[in-house]
């Protein structure tokens, strides 16, 4: 039987679609072990929460290009879960260790309920106009603050120049 | 900024006559440190969070000079309609003997009003809307973008007492 699900898609960094993260230095390809160690424990997910579904290596000419994604799922609650979205892209002189990356990051809410009772699904929509739109505006922030955070540990690493808070 | 997934924007830029934003060029020593004092003063003068700060864009370069772009989103809530919305972009390159940075400001102003709901799509609806936003907030908006124009005459004026007080640095 088809179950009817309701989905709510909620983008962490509205009105902004991504954060951006340039680098050009010495020893980028370090930003890969950076985060594959890190995403764990920074989300604090199990192992089942995070996943690297693409790796590409290119080193047929006089650099090395490098390419990475990964996501990140943690339950916010019952009905809403952050999934998050990393996309590095780089190269490294293979003489010099030096060179660049660029990552991408974006973030969403997905609160989603599944019912084929309609009163039920009505019932739903009311609280969730009522309480839980406020706990989802909640979730909305802890989840941007999170990929800020995120961005300034990378940041730390690569000892740029970051906004301390006081 | 309205928490809704339809929503009629109305966006107004503060400075209404063209170019319609502030830019700022500065010439001279300790570029770099612009980026983090320019953060303070704009968390300090429009008075905001640093979660009210967006950092979309940033950009990186280290070698014998620093290379750096960065833009900002800035949300300062005025109520729960209306909020001031600034795009900043900030460029630099240099060392810490010589270098050059530019900055835009562009500030606006934006009222949401949700249209989530099917009472908010309603004629009736959208006719007290209409009548409410034109007898009373209009004035309201009026106000909030003269405070708009105001903070941002401020954030220019903090620039060019950093800009002095990074030339004396040297």
Redesign the interface.
């Given at each position: 039987m088809i179950m009817v699900k309701i989905e709510?898609f909620d983008d962490c960094?509205a009105?902004?679609r991504?954060?951006?993260?340039?680098?050009?230095?010495?020893a980028p390809f370090d930003v890969y072990q950076k985060i594959s160690g890190m995403l764990q424990n920074f989300f604090e997910v199990s192992s089942s929460g995070v996943g690297e579904t693409d790796f590409r290596w290119d080193n047929s000419g006089p650099n090395d290009d490098f390419y990475a994604r990964w996501w990140v799922q943690k339950k916010m609650a019952r009905a809403t879960t952050m999934w998050v979205h990393i996309m590095v892209q780089g190269a490294k002189s293979r003489e010099t260790n030096e060179g660049?990356f660029s990552i991408r990051i974006n973030a969403e809410n997905r609160t989603s309920m599944k019912s084929n009772n309609p009163f039920f699904r009505a019932l739903w929509w009311t609280y969730m106009?009522l309480f839980y739109?406020k706990r989802r505006?909640d979730y909305l922030?802890q989840c941007?603050?999170l990929l800020?955070e995120l961005?300034d540990e990378l940041?730390e690493h690569?000892n740029?120049?970051?906004?301390?808070?006081e | 900024?309205v928490?809704a997934?339809t929503k009629m924007m109305l966006q107004d830029n503060c400075f209404q006559k063209d170019p319609g934003d502030v830019q700022m060029k500065y010439v001279g020593p300790h570029v770099?440190k612009i980026?983090?004092r320019f953060?303070e003063i704009i968390k300090n003068v429009f008075n905001v969070p640093?979660?009210a700060i967006?950092?979309?864009?940033?950009?990186?370069?280290?070698?014998v000079t620093e290379?750096?772009?960065a833009n900002w989103?800035v949300h300062k809530d005025i109520d729960s309609f209306t909020f001031i919305y600034v795009k900043i972009q900030m460029s630099g390159e240099g060392t810490d003997k010589m270098g050059n940075a530019s900055i835009r400001i562009k500030p606006y102003l934006r009222t949401e009003y949700p249209q989530d709901?099917l009472w908010q799509r309603s004629v009736f609806y959208e006719f007290v809307r209409t009548f409410w936003h034109r007898t009373f907030y209009h004035n309201k908006r009026d106000e909030v973008m003269e405070d708009c124009r105001q903070l941002t005459a401020m954030v220019q004026k903090k620039l060019q007492e950093l800009f002095r007080e990074l030339r004396e640095m040297a």
């Open positions: 709510v960094l009105p902004a991504f954060i951006f993260l340039n680098y050009n230095g010495k660049h106009y739109n505006r922030k941007n603050d800020y961005r940041k690569y740029l120049q970051q906004i301390k808070g | 900024m928490y997934r770099a980026y983090q953060f640093e979660s967006q950092e979309e864009n940033y950009n990186w370069g280290k070698g290379k750096f772009k989103l709901t």
